[in-house]
C-alpha cells in the first residue's frame, strides 16, 4: 500500500505491548490534511511516539487524476454546493482500506457518536475516516464498501459543521484513550462521565480549600473514603437529573450503589412530576 507523497507516514505498526494484539492502525483522508495536525500533539500524540497506535494522513487530491486536481461535482437533480466525486474517494479508499479494516464516514446524517461506541471502535485493527466537505460525499461510496467492509456513518451531534474533519479529530481521541496503556492510570475511566453507570461526574475541587468565599465541600476534607465515595455518587447522580434528565432512563443500573438506586428511583419520580407540569 503505497500512500501518495503527501500522506504522514505512519508510525511502524509496533506490536503494541500486547504481543497478541499489534497496535491499532488509523487512517484518515480529507482535503485539508493539516486539520488533523492535533493529532501529534497530546494524548493521541504521545500513543503515537509510543507505538501503541499508529495514525496516518492522506491528502484526498492525491487521488485525483486531472491537473485541477478536481474532488467534487455538481449535484444531479441540481441543488445549492457542490458533491464529492464518487471515482476520486474510489481510488484513495481501495488504497488505504485493509482487508480488515472499518470504514468511518462523518456525516450530519449518521449515528450519533457516543461512549458505547467508542468502546466498540477501540476492539477493532484498523479505522479509515473518509472527511468529506462541499455538500458530503456522493452517497454511492458508503454503498460500495458496505459489500466488502465494515461501513459507519456517524455524527458527533446534531448540530452543522463544514466538514468531517473535528468529528474524526473527536471520534479518534474518544477511541485512542481507551487502548491499552494510553491512560496512565485505566482507573480514572471509571468515576468519568458516561462512566459504566453512564451518570455525569460530581463536581471536583482541588486547593485552595477557600476560592473567592467559595469552600470545598467539607466531607472532600474528612479522609473518610467511603463518605467521600457515597457523597461523590449522589452528586454524580442529581447532577445528571439537573443537566441530563435523558440520561436518567439509560443508566446502567447494575453499577449504582444501592443509596443511588434509592435516589434514582427519587430522582425520576420528581422528573416524571416536572415532566407532567
Ligand atoms: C461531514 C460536509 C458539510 C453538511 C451542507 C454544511 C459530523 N455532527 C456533524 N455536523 N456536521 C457534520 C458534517 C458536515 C459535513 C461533512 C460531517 C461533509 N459537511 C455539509 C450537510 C449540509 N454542508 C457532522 N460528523
Redesign the pocket.
Known amino acids: 500500500m503505497t500512500s501518495p507523497a503527501s500522506a504522514t507516514p505512519p508510525e511502524p505498526r509496533e506490536s503494541s505491548m500486547h504481543p497478541e494484539r499489534p497496535a491499532m492502525r488509523i487512517d484518515v483522508v480529507s482535503i485539508f490534511p493539516e486539520y488533523l495536525k492535533p493529532l501529534e500533539l497530546s494524548l493521541v500524540g504521545k500513543a503515537r511516539n509510543k507505538g501503541l497506535v499508529s495514525v496516518a494522513v492522506h491528502n484526498l487530491r492525491d487521488w485525483t487524476t486531472d491537473r485541477h486536481r478536481t474532488v467534487d461535482d455538481t449535484p444531479y437533480g441540481g441543488g445549492a ?1 457542490m458533491v ?1 466525486k464518487a471515482d476520486v474517494w474510489g481510488r484513495a479508499l481501495d488504497e488505504t482500506l485493509s482487508d480488515d479494516a472499518h470504514l468511518l ?6 449515528r450519533v ?1 457516543d461512549q458505547r461506541m467508542a468502546e466498540e471502535l477501540a476492539s477493532d485493527p484498523h479505522l479509515v475516516l473518509a ?7 456522493d452517497s454511492r461510496v458508503a454503498q460500495h464498501y458496505q459489500n466488502s467492509h465494515r461501513v459507519t456513518e ?11 474533519e ?2 474524526a479529530l ?1 471520534l479518534i481521541e474518544a477511541v485512542v484513550r481507551l487502548l491499552p496503556e494510553v491512560l496512565g492510570n485505566p482507573e480514572s475511566v471509571v468515576d468519568e462521565s458516561h462512566n459504566r453507570a453512564g451518570t455525569l461526574e460530581a463536581p471536583m475541587y482541588t486547593k485552595p480549600s477557600v476560592w473567592r468565599g467559595l469552600e470545598v465541600p467539607e466531607v472532600l476534607a474528612s479522609g473518610n473514603h467511603a463518605l467521600v465515595d457515597q457523597w461523590r455518587k449522589e452528586q454524580a447522580l442529581r447532577r445528571t437529573a439537573q443537566i441530563r434528565p435523558d440520561l436518567l432512563h439509560k443508566l446502567n443500573v447494575e453499577h449504582l450503589s444501592v443509596q443511588q438506586q434509592e435516589l434514582l428511583a427519587q430522582l425520576r419520580q420528581e422528573s416524571e412530576v416536572e415532566g407532567e407540569n
Do not use: Q, W
Open positions: 454546493g464529492m464516514i462523518p456525516t450530519p446524517a449518521g457518536f472527511c468529506g466537505r462541499y455538500e458530503g460525499i456517524f455524527s458527533i451531534g446534531d448540530y452543522v459543521l463544514n466538514g468531517g473535528s468529528a473527536v
